[in-house]
């Protein structure tokens, strides 16, 4: 199984790698990245969490819950599903390489 992230370098725009990654709790990754266009090189830390809920699993767990979202965000969720299906990025990474 391997998942991807799309990220780009906010300096350059170019593709971001995730170098390491550490899970510091149950809904929290913090995750090293440096640019992949080596005149830039950017590095940086980022926390990738996990905040609110926003469709409820099909195999509850009681010790694991989150906040259901509030309209406004399960909105906002909907608005960024159709912009990112419409998105052809290119700089498509391997989190799961990078994080091994
Ligand atoms: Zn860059």
């Known amino acids: 199984m391997s998942s991807y992230y799309r990220l780009k370098c906010p300096k350059c725009q170019g593709p971001m790698k995730v170098r ?35 469709a409820p699993s099909g195999k509850e767990n009681p010790a694991v819950s989150l906040p259901i979202a509030p309209h406004a965000i399960r909105a906002q969720a909907e608005r960024d ?16 390489e990078a994080s091994a």
Do not use: G
């Open 20 to 54: 390491a990654s550490t899970q510091h709790h149950i809904f929290l990754r913090v995750m090293y990245l440096q640019c992949q266009y080596v005149p830039c090189s950017w590095a940086v830390k980022a926390d990738f969490q996990m905040t609110h809920e926003l």
């Open 81 to 96: 599903n159709r912009e990112t299906a419409n998105t052809n990025q290119l700089d498509l990474l391997d989190a799961q």
